[in-house]
């Protein structure tokens, strides 16, 4: 099983459409927890941090479930910029304050 | 204020080459690391630093030599280059250090890339 899972996609969603990504992790001692962007052939980006009682930023909200092991990236009114790869990123127990990176979920969002 | 800096951007080799990426932040951040990254694959860790002249191996080390003379500025080494290696490299850096429970110390900062072709 991999240490962080998600589903690639992609999603094709309308302008101002809302979408959910899912994202479950394997350690249950996981200490931090991130969603990044991806734009096509750039650097990953934090998007934003996750907070165990859930926060939002703006048309993002972001969840914890640490008891399904699972973190949520909602994303309302879409706009055509969001289209992107959102990578789901854990940080486990060990040292050196290591990030374990999802593949990443492709979202398109269309006119 | 330019964050991470990868030189070079792209780069060709042959099989059996060598060739030193250079990874540099003026963030002053204490840890520092290399990833790769390959279609289907995400991202996966090749090596990464604690701090000046500390290295450590991560998923993916066989094949990469790494150092950190100065704090600034983290070099990724490949003796001899296989096909294999191809790939997209990204250097990051992060605050690290002692702070306790702060999610501010564990955010990665990327820099823009290096795409490797080895032929």
């Known amino acids: 099983r991999k240490e962080v899972e998600q589903d690639p996609g992609p999603f094709n969603v309308p302008e101002g459409a809302t979408v959910a990504f899912n994202c479950t992790y394997s350690?249950?001692?996981?200490?931090?927890f991130f969603w990044y962007r991806q734009d096509c052939r750039k650097e990953p980006k934090l998007l934003m941090s996750?907070?165990?009682s859930g926060n939002e930023d703006g048309r993002f909200t972001a969840q914890l479930n640490r008891a399904s092991q699972y973190i949520s990236l909602l994303i309302r009114d879409s706009k055509l910029s969001d289209s992107a790869t959102y990578l789901c990123?854990?940080?486990?127990?060990?040292?050196?304050?290591?990030?374990?990176f999802g593949t990443g979920t492709q979202l398109k969002v269309e006119l | 204020n330019a964050g991470v800096t990868q030189t070079p951007k792209f780069r060709v080799l042959k099989t059996g080459q060598s060739m030193t990426l250079l990874c540099a932040q003026d963030?002053?951040?204490?840890?520092m690391y290399w990833y790769r990254q390959d279609p289907g694959m995400g991202l996966r860790l090749i090596h990464y630093?604690?701090?000046?002249?500390?290295?450590a191996k991560g998923e993916v080390p066989d094949g990469y030599n790494v150092s950190r003379l100065k704090k600034q500025n983290f070099l990724l080494g490949l003796e001899s280059a296989a096909p294999s290696q191809t790939s997209v490299y990204f250097c990051?850096?992060?605050?690290?250090?002692?702070?306790?429970?702060?999610?501010?110390?564990?955010?990665?900062?990327f820099g823009a890339g290096t795409r490797l072709s080895v032929l």
């Open positions: 990051a850096s992060s605050r690290g250090g002692a702070v306790r429970n702060s999610l501010a110390k564990n955010i990665q900062y």
């Open positions: 350690n249950s001692a996981s200490q931090s």
């Open positions: 996750v907070y165990s």
């Open positions: 990123v854990v940080k486990g127990t060990g040292g050196g304050n290591k990030l374990t």
């Open positions: 963030m002053n951040h204490e840890y």
């Open positions: 630093s604690v701090g000046e002249g500390t290295t």
